[in-house]
């Protein structure tokens, strides 16, 4: 099977990068996809039984989606054709499509490879659909982004979704001792610089390879770096998020879920993740704010004030002296005790409005502005709370018709303590006056 050099035309003596001469030659080569790749997993079942199905690879950036579409080709005895959505049209998707319904005549399939298919629109994506129904080609896509956003819903129902895991410590410690196979010493880096080699590559095995080439091009002979040397030598690679796609949520939810399990570590870790990958603090503090009213609420009613003191001190600072007062809300957030009785009790009301229609409240706590309406009984037996001796008249408020219904069920933590205890008074003067008014009729 041609590599990737051969390929582009270039010859085998050409200067070639280290992830490329690295790159594996046999399934069982690829590292950190065991759950797929093994004799148990999905695709090593396919392999193991003779056959091949569409697939779209879902991964992470560097984590061997292209390698394993042209080793599954070479495994089944495919033609390998490859396309980048980010380069190709519908035009050269219809050529690609000829040369396999030819070759196919002449008893040989194909498995097309599309990079970055999500980047197809949704007319494009519906191209393939034909294609793939009567067998021309068996597709194999990959993509960084979430299928089920990204991908239309009858290509994914023609397609199976393999996920792949980003590369651990242990798949990326294989690479490296391939790598210093291939140049043919241990690179020079002492244990704990060895371990930062491996983090900055954050799961990224092509940058991993990129980093070892700059390592090892300080020779054989090179005192070994410390971490603080390794920077130096080499720069960390960027974190995979992007603020429109499916990092940019997936962070957010990671966030709010640990100040709801009142985990402030992790969600200080989430903060700084969106933080350093240059999420905007606004967008965060739009998100502490609900969470103060949703999952807190009346429990700790300071939670809703600390929240939207954290977004008029990032209004008043800026990054990067403004990002603490967020800090500080999320630890105030993920501290604080926790009631979700505001945001039930929102829901409750909300369907108990649609479920009961536009009736009217009763007479009593009607205004009566004009004559007319004083002389319709507008107003009529209305008490002043204020005058009653413990301030609460308890005089039903609810229209006239309708059974009195509890929305709001506060917790015994927190504030809501001292809350549920003065609904419950109140419940009991309710109860005292209806008996003293079912007495006297």
Known sequence: MADLFQTAGLEASAPRPLADRLRPARIEDVVGQDHLLGPTGPIGRMLGAGRMASLILWGPPGTGKTTIAR??????????????????GVADLRKVFDAARARRKDGKGTLLFVDEI???????????????????????????????????????????????????????????????????HKLPLEPDARVALKAMADGDGRFLYNMVEEVAALGPDARPLDTAALADVV????????????????????????????DVDAALYYLARMLTAGEDPL????????????????????????????K????????????????????????APKSNAVYTASKMANALAREAGSLMPPMHILNAPTRMMKNLGYGKGYEYDHDAEDGFSGQNYFPEGMARRQLYRPFERGFERDVLKRLEYWAKLRAERQQREAGQQ
């Open 71 to 88: 080793l599954l080709a070479d495994h089944v005895d495919l033609h390998f054709e490859q396309v980048s959505a980010v380069f190709s």
């Open 283 to 310: 967008y965060i503090t739009r998100r502490l704010v609900r969470f103060a009213a949703e999952d807190i609420g009346m429990a700790d009613p300071q939670a809703l004030v600390q929240a939207l003191a954290a």
């Open 118 to 184: 999500h980047r197809f629109n949704r007319s494009q994506q519906d191209a393939f659909l034909p294609y793939v129904e009567d067998g021309t080609v068996i597709l194999v896509g990959a993509t960084t982004e979430n299928p089920s956003f990204e991908l239309n819903a009858a290509l994914l129902s023609r397609a199976q979704v393999m996920v792949l895991n980003r590369l651990d410590d242990a798949a990326m410690e294989i690479m490296l001792n391939r790598a210093e196979a291939d140049i043919g």
């Open 235 to 262: 720069q960390r690679r960027a974190p995979v998020y992007d603020k429109a796609q499916e990092g940019h949520y997936n962070l957010i939810s990671a966030l709010h879920k640990s100040l709801r399990g009142s």
């Open 312 to 335: 008029d001190m990032y209004d008043f600072l800026g990054s990067p002296e403004g990002e603490l007062g967020i800090v500080q809300a999320v630890i105030y957030l993920g501290t």
